[in-house]
Nanobody
Framework: QVQLVESGGGLVQPGGSLRLSCAAS???????MAWFRQAPGKEREFVAV????????NIADSVKGRFAISRDNVKNTVTLQMNFLELEDTAVYYC??????????????????WGPGTQVTVSS
């Protein structure tokens, strides 16, 4: 089974940027890939998803215009570019893969493979 590992988290000031990466241990070309986050005391929430081929994306309204998701099916990586970070973006960010998808689908739930997460803290 494919394993996922996130990197790139850290401490950043409001208005700053971070780039999160997700490295997979195997091929991800047949998976929809997504990012979720969980803030302290809150439930895990959807952030962004990209289809198998990378042609379709769905971004949560709370981060639309600030975050972007991309993937490289040759390197088996997924990236979340986060700009204009806000205090409310503080959370543990998780990379996720969903195997039961059709081409072009961008599901926001039903993910079956998860990384351990990386902490993002936005603070002045």
């Amino acid at each position: 089974q494919v394993q996922l590992v996130e990197s790139g988290g850290g401490l950043v000031q409001p208005g700053g940027s971070l780039r999160l990466s997700c490295a997979a241990s195997g091929r991800i070309s047949t998976f929809a890939m997504a990012w979720f986050r969980q803030a302290p005391g809150k439930e895990r929430e959807f952030v962004a998803v990209i289809s198998q081929g990378g042609t379709v994306r769905n971004i949560a309204d709370s981060v639309k215009g600030r975050f972007a998701i991309s993937r490289d099916n040759v390197k088996n990586t997924v990236t979340l570019q986060m700009n204009f970070l806000e205090l409310e973006d503080t959370a543990v960010y998780y990379c996720a893969a969903r195997s039961r998808t059709v081409s072009g689908a961008v599901p926001t739930s039903g993910y079956d493979i998860w990384g351990p997460g990386t902490q993002v803290t936005v603070s002045s």
